[in-house]
């Protein structure tokens, strides 16, 4: 699926759910929360750690039927993952690995400035306890990398100073509890299903619903 098609889905769905929505029980609300993302799979020279970031936004709430709501969101995220790239050579400026020389480790943290929109399907097993599953779209705006060591120009070949991968399309998974009626608790996975420059995301969410 390539960003044109996932812009012509979103937009579908979110006409659809207004039209549904109009002889529906509907309303509007904010969410907010931590989430605690890393990239995956590993891979021989390059290790993925979790690392915490935090998201915020507003959802749609449709009522389908007394026991399912579809529940589009518009979310700005910041996530990403630790990355340990192991037995890097010493080259220089030029990436040329110089003779006579080790290898080194290097850490550091990438971060990306996500604008998410999960459309997921909200299945209620009690008046209050329900799973949620669906589609989920990102679009990184910003990406950046930090960290604590110094790295000379050409040492590092990570994808994050070359990569220009800025779309995610995957699924989420998540279960929640109606605590009134206005606010709920949520917990919620998304496993990313493309790969972006050799990895996939996945994120775990951790937060509160509003209902305005």
């Given amino acids: 699926m390539n960003k044109l098609q996932a812009v012509l889905l979103v937009l579908f769905m979110f006409s659809y759910a207004t039209i549904v929505a109009q002889d529906k029980i509907a309303n509007f609300g904010i969410k907010g929360g931590i989430n605690y993302g890393k990239y995956t799979p590993n891979q021989n020279l390059r290790n993925y750690d979790y690392q915490v ?20 969101e ?16 010493i080259t220089d400026f030029n990436g040329n690995p110089l003779p006579y020389t080790g290898t080194f480790d290097f850490e550091y943290q990438v971060y ?26 990102g679009f990184i705006i910003d990406r950046n990398l930090q960290s604590s060591q110094i790295l000379l120009d050409g040492n590092d070949g990570s994808f994050i100073k070359k990569g ?8 989420c998974l998540g279960t929640g ?7 709920s608790v949520n917990i919620r996975a998304f496993t990313g299903l493309i790969e972006r420059e050799d990895i996939k995301s996945f994120v775990f969410n951790f937060g509160i619903e509003y209902n305005l």
């Fill in 53 to 72: 970031g935090f998201y915020i936004g507003s959802f749609y709430k449709i009522e389908i039927t007394d026991k399912m709501k579809f529940q589009p």
């Fill in 177 to 183: 509890y109606d605590v009134s009626d206005a606010l």
């Fill in 112 to 137: 990306e400035f996500t604008i998410s929109i999960p459309l997921p399907i909200k299945l209620y097993f009690t008046e209050a306890f329900y799973m949620e599953s669906g589609p989920q779209f």
């Fill in 164 to 171: 220009n991968a800025n779309f995610d399309f995957g699924v």
């Fill in 74 to 89: 518009l979310l700005f995220a910041l996530q990403g993952s630790k990355i340990n790239t192991k037995d890097n050579p």
